[in-house]
Nanobody, 125 residues
Framework: VQLQASGGGLVQAGGSLRVSCAASGRTFSGYAVGWFRQAPGKEREFVAAIRWSAGTTFYADSVKGRFTISRDNAKNTVYLQMNSLKPEDTAVYYC???????????????????WGQGTLVTVSS
């Protein structure tokens, strides 16, 4: 599975941005897809995830109510809609996917087998 993340950019605080994660090589069916982010000097942290088949979503507390993860079956793509962005949301955003990830592990980076290259999101104050 190859993942291609895109859609990052520069946005002012309070603005919105949507990042995308497209898969090639196979479909996401049966997989979980997660978004993680890593700011300079910080560890990679969980942002959101979706279990493809069930559509169940999971969010970090820091983004709940502001970010929405969704999927497009036809395009084999996962989106992360980010609203009310804050400067502390600035980071490289990575998408990742893995098979048979249990709910208790869905926020753990090591649970995922495949990673995209990352896309930079910069939020100016």
């Amino acid at each position: 599975v190859q993942l291609q993340a895109s859609g990052g950019g520069l946005v002012q605080a309070g603005g919105s941005l949507r990042v995308s994660c497209a898969a090639s090589g196979r479909t996401f069916s049966g997989y979980a897809v997660g978004w993680f982010r890593q700011a300079p000097g910080k560890e990679r942290e969980f942002v959101a995830a979706i279990r493809w088949s069930a559509g169940t979503t999971f969010y970090a507390d820091s983004v709940k109510g502001r970010f929405t993860i969704s999927r497009d079956n036809a395009k084999n793509t996962v989106y992360l809609q980010m609203n009310s962005l804050k400067p502390e949301d600035t980071a490289v955003y990575y998408c990742a996917t893995g098979l048979r990830i249990i709910v208790s592990s869905i926020r753990v980076p090591s649970s995922y087998d495949y990673w995209g290259q990352g896309t930079l999101v910069t939020v100016s104050s």
